[in-house]
Antibody
Framework: EVQLVESGGGLVQPGGSLRLSCAAS????????MHWVRQAPGKGLVWVSR????????NYADSVKGRFTISRDNAKNTLFLQINSLRAEDTAVYSC?????????????WGQGTRVTVSS | QSALTQPPSASGSPGQSVTISCTGT?????????VSWFQQHPGRAPKLMIY???KRPSGVPDRFSGSKSGNTASLTVSGLQADDEADYYC????????????FGGGTKLTVL
């Protein structure tokens, strides 16, 4: 069974940092582009970042560029999102997703998400 | 990276058809055949319903179909059922200077 499980969220003060993880199982992790997508409470889906299978290509939404870093450890089947300089507007549930078509956004498998709350 | 434009709401009676639009630009929807549609029930993870404009993943009923004309993509749900009531989001690859993905704002589909 294909499964994605996120962890690492929590309550953090403005300006703080967190490292989110996404443990993948049930598929050949290194063969897939992966994404992070966030959803603020009561709001819509917002794309955050993507990374290719071998970790050599990464792209970011303008709103997080320079503050967030996506990476992966294919030996451990794990995707990461390092989030720095957190702002109140970064408060959201962060979900990882597998892309079935070359990083195009065709995300066919999603985790349940990990909640990040930025507040003093 | 402006969000794609979707109507905030749509509705239809059981058995009817409803179409949800998703408008972008020539840099995203109009420029590539990489439009996807997702269904999200409250408290649940999104589910891929359509990818590459009009392809259905295994297990998605053929009541769901996608199309595109110019900078606007559409999702049509035929034979509406109660369980189709959910939020629907479109997304598109964007081939700007920094290749990214953009979502629409979402459409709440109500089955009357």
């Amino acid at each position: 069974e294909v499964q994605l499980v996120e962890s690492g969220g929590g309550l953090v003060q403005p300006g703080g940092s967190l490292r989110l993880s996404c443990a993948a199982s049930g598929f050949t992790f290194s063969s897939y582009w992966m994404h992070w997508v966030r959803q603020a409470p009561g709001k819509g889906l917002v794309w955050v970042s993507r990374i290719n299978g071998d970790g050599t290509v990464a792209n970011y939404a303008d709103s997080v560029k320079g503050r967030f870093t996506i990476s992966r450890d294919n030996a451990k089947n794990t995707l990461f999102l390092q989030i720095n300089s957190l702002r109140a507007e970064d408060t959201a549930v962060y979900s990882c997703a597998r892309d079935r078509v070359l990083g195009s956004g065709s995300c066919d498998c999603w985790g349940q998400g990990t909640r990040v709350t930025v507040s003093s | 990276q402006s969000a794609l434009t979707q109507p905030p709401s749509a509705s239809g009676s059981p058995g009817q058809s409803v179409t949800i639009s998703c408008t972008g630009t020539s840099s995203d929807v109009g420029g590539y055949n990489y439009v996807s549609w997702f269904q999200q029930h409250p408290g649940r993870a999104p589910k891929l319903m359509i990818y590459e404009v009009n392809k259905r993943p295994s297990g998605v009923p053929d009541r769901f179909s996608g199309s595109k004309s110019g900078n606007t993509a559409s999702l049509t749900v035929s034979g509406l059922q109660a369980d189709d009531e959910a939020d629907y989001y479109c997304s598109s690859y964007t081939g700007n200077s920094d290749s990214t993905v953009v979502f629409g704002g979402g459409t709440k589909l109500t089955v009357l």
